[in-house]
């Protein structure tokens, strides 16, 4: 099945006024080594308008979070071509990636990957350190503010309830104002209406700010929020609805 995916037209907006921000030509990827190596994803074929929000649905196993961690840079395909903002990522070594990802990807995990020994405001603001921003406090705190945390700044994870840690994680993924922003099951550990919370937030977020939104989820209530939904199977696009 030829897995190449348009984007579907948005708003009355052309193909010319939203081009592509991700890219995916011909990639396959697996993982693993000798025997136990497997066949992740195989001839993904996948373009993403320029603010659009992408869902991507399928069984366990199906590729995915894989498919993600690949358009933000995590992962290299063995073959194919990733360009995401107008950057290849085959162009550049780890170090480039890493700085690549690291202004124009957000990201949020299932688990929230926060630094336990740091405070709400640290979790944010290090990343931007570390990325040369010069603002980084002031910027982590308007962030944090943003999700509604203004009152949290000083309280360490721990302190924080789990829908509190994952506005945390929300904040970091939006602090260095990327173009994309990707979710890999974002309200996974959250009961239903913290979830939710989450979810609205995401959304809320994406619309503001005109980002480019990637969403992997196992409920299709919540990836059918997105403009278009990406169904996987067995490491392949197996379609698309709109």
Not at 203 to 214: D, I, N, P, Q, S
């Amino acid at each position: 099945m030829d897995s190449l995916i348009e984007p579907s037209p948005s708003a009355g907006l052309s193909r010319s006024i939203r081009p592509d921000t991700i890219s995916i030509s011909n990639v396959n990827l697996s993982l693993g080594s000798g025997a136990a190596r497997v066949h992740i994803l195989k001839d993904i074929n996948l373009r993403i308008a320029r603010a659009e929000a992408v869902g991507l649905i399928g069984p366990s196993g199906s590729g995915k979070s894989t498919l993600l961690m690949v358009m933000a840079g995590l992962e290299r395909p063995d073959s194919g071509e990733v360009v995401v903002d107008g950057t290849a990522f085959n162009a550049l070594d780890e170090d480039g990636l890493a700085r690549f990802r690291g202004r124009n990807v957000g990201i949020v995990f299932q688990s929230f990957h926060l630094i336990p020994t740091m405070t709400a405001l640290e979790n944010v603001a290090v990343p931007l350190e570390l990325a040369g921003i010069a603002d980084a406090s002031q910027r982590a705190a308007r962030e944090l503010e943003a999700v509604g945390l203004g009152e949290r700044l000083h309280h360490y994870p721990t302190q924080l309830s789990g829908g509190e840690q994952q506005r945390v994680a929300l904040a970091r993924a939006l602090a260095p104002d990327p173009a994309i922003l990707v979710a890999d099951e974002p309200t996974g550990n959250l009961d239903e209406a913290t979830g939710l919370q989450i979810v609205d937030l995401l959304f809320a977020k994406h619309a503001e700010r005109g980002m480019t939104l990637v969403l992997v989820t196992h409920d299709t209530s919540l990836a059918e929020r997105c403009d278009r939904v990406v169904r996987l199977r067995s490491g392949r696009i197996d379609g698309v609805t709109r």
